[in-house]
């Protein structure tokens, strides 16, 4: 059993069988899903991928010192060993979700917490929803419709449209082709090997 620390809250891509990333999950769970040998560790060293059951990885993080210093590390009364950034489901063939659900921290993300009206960047608490078209002018909650904006923005803007406030946009909302957290992650060079696995212009990523 693998006791509680740190590592075990590192994200991990999911790969189904067929080397399509689906999702992305926890290390727990991915460490579960490596012991049961439902899924094996992909290990990408300058576009080669090498894959590893749960014992070969172990057995491989013994050697500590040749690992990056980006790996999360798990600890057990037996080991120390590396949590991997990749992992593939042997026996899971279905195809990733097309579509990035519109949810706020979706919205937040894809708007990099940044105001869309005076383009200063805020911590989530100080940031709100805006409807481009308020609702009580019929604009509804879409993609193309809602944006970041902090509190005085957003109160200075009331129930206007940014033309009718004089309060021109910074960019236009789109409808993200991936779930946007994952784009932010990618910004990090601990994630840089999930580049591989994402594509675009053909599926999207749902987190846990």
Known sequence: MIPQTPGLNANVLVLNRHWMAVHVCCARRAFSLLFRELAEVIDVDDGRYTAYDFDSWAELSSYRDQFPDDYDWVSTVRMHIAVPKIIRLLGYDRLPKQSVKLNRRNIYARDQNTCQY?????????????????????????????????????????????????????????????????????????????????DNAYWSVELK
């Open 118 to 198: 005076c383009g200063l960047r805020f911590a989530t608490s100080e940031l709100t929803l805006d409807h481009i078209v308020p609702r009580r002018l019929g604009g509804g909650s879409a993609w193309d419709n809602l944006v970041c904006a902090c509190v005085d923005c957003n109160s200075k803007k009331g129930g206007r449209t940014p033309e009718q406030a004089h309060m021109p946009l910074i960019r236009k909302p789109v409808r993200p082709k991936r779930n946007p957290v994952i784009n932010l992650r990618l910004g990090q060079d601990k994630y840089a090997c999930w580049q591989s696995f994402l």
